[in-house]
């Protein structure tokens, strides 16, 4: 009796440890997915912001040139520049 008891507590132990383990394995995985997607997103949201930089950048341009065209039209000296 005393026996049967050891060996169930041994095979019980052992299923424990096979279950973290397979538990332990699948959270890795899911960690390295989870690392991933979350490199994967900020390359995106880098490419994203970068080209939203580059349109701001040439919107100010043509602003700047539409600018400076009225101000000469109008023979308004422009305050930067003396």
């Given at each position: 009796?005393?026996?049967e008891?050891?060996?169930?507590?041994?095979e019980l132990r052992a299923e424990i440890k096979a279950s973290e383990e397979r538990q332990a394995?699948?959270?890795a995985k899911a960690k390295e997915e989870l690392e991933a997607?979350?490199?994967a997103s900020r390359a995106?949201?880098?490419?994203e912001s970068?080209?939203?930089?580059a349109k701001v950048v040439k919107r100010i341009n043509q602003l700047d040139e539409r600018v400076e065209a009225l101000e000469q039209e109008a023979?308004?000296?422009?305050?930067h520049k003396h």
């Amino acid at each position: 009796m005393k026996g049967e008891i050891t060996g169930a507590k041994e095979e019980l132990r052992a299923e424990i440890k096979a279950s973290e383990e397979r538990q332990a394995k699948r959270l890795a995985k899911a960690k390295e997915e989870l690392e991933a997607e979350i490199l994967a997103s900020r390359a995106a949201a880098k490419v994203e912001s970068v080209t939203l930089q580059a349109k701001v950048v040439k919107r100010i341009n043509q602003l700047d040139e539409r600018v400076e065209a009225l101000e000469q039209e109008a023979d308004i000296p422009h305050p930067h520049k003396h």
